[in-house]
């Protein structure tokens, strides 16, 4: 008896009848170690970076996460330098190429090549991964990016409309009045989107006493997930949170909550996923956490082995309750060397600033910057329409005991603006970060 749709899909992956119930981690890993071997294969046969990066492997050795552990990395500067040379198809057999221009990143752009299968398999994931979440007949807002025509976003709506179901996408997921009443209009009941934009969606909503029953599910994706905004999403909607994990990099699927809390389902058909020790490189044991890379295992056009992510994160020890043999994610809680040095040689990281700023009603987002000389810490706030800055606000900044540490002994400026007072937020689907001025 086969109940969750994530575990039909693994056996229709695996080529398993359906009834042949579920299937085991021991499987899984072997059937994933078969694809690695037959990935680094096609990577070295086909693609110019791989043959020189990969040279002297021999493909058959990799039977086990150790044998994987000597793999060399691919890293993002690699995309970057010459995309083209990652290759391993024609460019007729191309169906879609993706370029990013990561907010904080230096240099040229990433650009990603996807065969029609390489798409097919993500519409697919999303298929089966948001079944639990969305009913025949309902309706889905989605802030996703780049969802115009033949966009990589509009990849979710085809999966959705094999549920039945329908997606409606905001032209400017930034301004969130008008996301509030396409929320209205459209009488969804599903929103999938980065955490920052349903919570400041959710602040908008109460403040205007809209109803708590019409949102049933929200999935947040992109970026790390502030607990005080899924506490204020869940609490003004009602509704269950999954969390999603994944990136451009993984076609945007990448990993999926099976129940709310639970850690996120790594797309094991499609990803083999390591933690590695940012300062050694080597693997950490589950539960410890470390650097998201992934190997891909069923990409034609442009596969990726062993790629750093320069996202940290942690896996699950042990299997889950839902029974589904995909290893888990959690602990997103940001990015390497996304923290900043204070003058008192103390890391803050946006995390922190996440849970002390978002905590104000009035607050939708806020961006930060970070001067060394002389220190200043420069944060401007996204406020709503009829809110001013919290009086509190200041005083939770300066009082928290890092900041006043460096307020006290390096006499550390804090200055407090308002960038937007219309509704508008600041965020877009970049990973937010603190910048350095
Ligand atoms: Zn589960």
């Known amino acids: 008896?086969?109940?969750?749709?994530?575990?039909?899909?693994?056996?229709?992956?695996?080529?398993?009848?359906?009834?042949?119930?579920?299937?085991?981690?021991?499987?899984?890993?072997?059937?994933?170690?078969?694809?690695?071997?037959?990935?680094?294969?096609?990577?070295?046969?086909?693609?110019?970076?791989?043959?020189?990066?990969?040279?002297?492997?021999?493909?058959?050795?990799?039977?086990?996460?150790?044998?994987?552990?000597?793999?060399?990395?691919?890293?993002?500067?690699?995309?970057?330098?010459?995309?083209?040379?990652f290759l391993c198809v024609s460019q007729d057999e191309v169906a879609r190429a993706i370029t990013i221009s990561s907010s904080g990143s230096s240099g040229p752009p990433k650009r990603l090549f996807f065969t029609a299968g390489d798409l097919e398999r993500t519409i697919e994931f999303?298929?089966?991964?948001?079944?639990?979440?969305?009913?025949?007949?309902?309706?889905?807002?989605?802030?996703?990016?780049?969802?115009?025509?033949?966009?990589?976003?509009?990849?979710?709506?085809?999966?959705?409309?094999?549920?039945?179901?329908?997606?409606?996408?905001?032209?400017?997921?930034?301004?969130?009045?008008?996301?509030?009443?396409?929320?209205?209009n459209s009488r969804a009941t599903c929103i999938l989107g980065p955490a920052i934009h349903i919570h400041a969606l959710s602040r908008l909503w109460k403040s205007k006493r809209l109803p708590?029953?019409?949102?049933?599910?929200?999935?947040?994706?992109?970026?790390?997930?502030?607990?005080?905004?899924?506490?204020?999403?869940?609490?003004?909607?009602?509704?269950?949170?999954?969390s999603h994990w994944g990136m451009t990099e993984t076609c945007l699927g990448g990993a999926v909550e099976c129940f709310q809390g639970s850690g996120m389902h790594l797309r094991e058909p499609d990803f083999y996923v390591e933690?590695?020790?940012?300062?050694?490189?080597?693997?950490?044991?589950?539960?410890?956490?470390?650097?998201?890379?992934?190997?891909?295992?069923?990409?034609?056009?442009?596969?990726?082995?062993?790629?750093?992510?320069?996202?940290?994160?942690?896996?699950?020890?042990?299997?889950?309750?839902?029974?589904?043999?995909?290893?888990?994610?959690?602990?997103?809680?940001?990015?390497?060397?996304?923290?900043?040095r204070l003058p008192t040689s103390e890391q803050l990281s946006l995390s922190e600033l996440n849970e002390i700023i978002l905590q104000f009603v009035g607050v939708l987002d806020f961006k930060v910057s970070f001067q060394q000389h002389p220190p200043s810490l420069n944060i401007t706030l996204d406020i709503s329409p009829e809110a001013k800055i919290p009086s509190d606000l200041s005083k939770s900044i300066i009082s928290y005991p890092k900041l006043n540490r460096a307020i006290v002994e390096n006499d550390l400026k804090i200055n407090i603006e308002i960038d937007n007072h219309n509704g508008n937020i600041s965020s877009g689907f970049g990973k937010r970060l603190i910048t350095s001025a």
Not at 4 to 31: H, I, K, Q, T, Y
Not at 142 to 149: F, H, N, Q, Y
Not at 159 to 182: C, F, M, Q
Request: charge should be neutral.
């Open 1 to 85: 008896m086969i109940n969750n749709p994530l575990e039909c899909w693994l056996n229709l992956r695996m080529g398993r009848p359906l009834d042949s119930g579920a299937v085991s981690p021991e499987d899984l890993r072997e059937w994933q170690f078969e694809l690695l071997r037959k990935t680094i294969k096609h990577a070295a046969k086909s693609s110019q970076f791989y043959s020189k990066h990969l040279s002297g492997i021999i493909p058959e050795n990799i039977r086990t996460p150790a044998d994987l552990s000597a793999l060399p990395f691919t890293l993002p500067s690699d995309l970057r330098k010459n995309p083209n040379s």
């Open 126 to 184: 999303f298929h089966y991964g948001m079944g639990p979440l969305v009913g025949k007949g309902e309706t889905v807002l989605a802030l996703l990016p780049d969802s115009r025509p033949g966009g990589v976003g509009n990849l979710f709506s085809e999966s959705i409309s094999r549920l039945g179901a329908k997606t409606v996408y905001p032209e400017d997921p930034s301004d969130i009045p008008a996301l509030l009443n396409l929320l209205l």
């Open 212 to 242: 708590k029953n019409q949102v049933r599910s929200a999935l947040l994706c992109w970026d790390v997930l502030p607990s005080v905004t899924i506490q204020t999403i869940s609490n003004t909607f009602g509704c269950e949170i999954f």
């Open 275 to 340: 933690i590695v020790d940012p300062a050694t490189g080597l693997p950490v044991p589950d539960g410890t956490s470390g650097e998201i890379l992934f190997t891909t295992l069923s990409r034609r056009a442009m596969p990726l082995i062993r790629y750093k992510t320069g996202d940290i994160g942690q896996i699950i020890s042990g299997p889950c309750t839902c029974s589904l043999p995909m290893r888990r994610l959690t602990g997103v809680t940001g990015r390497l060397n996304g923290d900043i």
